[in-house]
């Protein structure tokens, strides 16, 4: 699946319940070789301040429509894609 700006995906929480979430950014890692999105709530996009919530993704295989995404559990992978998003929001600005 392709991500494009501006695209919506519903992610459910730990109990279930499912949200809104706007795509800000996806981007790979060379090194790393893992891909990575940027969203925020929905009800949020149009607030001055928003926040926003980074996942490690994989496409599901045979599902176009479908990721996995996993939490970002050290440290030094967070520093990484914070680094990122700091460029690519003041790239887009």
């Known amino acids: 699946m392709a991500l494009e700006e501006q695209e919506r ?3 459910p ?3 279930g319940e499912e949200h809104l979430f706007e795509v800000l950014f996806t981007f ?9 999105i940027a969203v925020v709530p929905a009800e949020q996009k149009d607030e001055e301040e928003v926040e926003v919530f ?8 045979g599902d176009d429509d479908d990721l996995a995404l996993y939490q970002i559990e ?5 520093n990484m894609v914070e680094e990122t ?3 690519l929001t003041e790239e887009k600005e």
């Open 74 to 78: 050290t440290d030094e992978e967070w």
């Open 28 to 36: 790979d890692v060379d090194e790393t070789s893992h891909s990575y």
């Open 9 to 11: 995906i519903i992610i």
């Open 13 to 15: 929480d730990e109990n």
């Open 54 to 61: 980074a996942f490690r993704y994989e496409e599901k295989e």
């Open 85 to 87: 998003l700091n460029t």
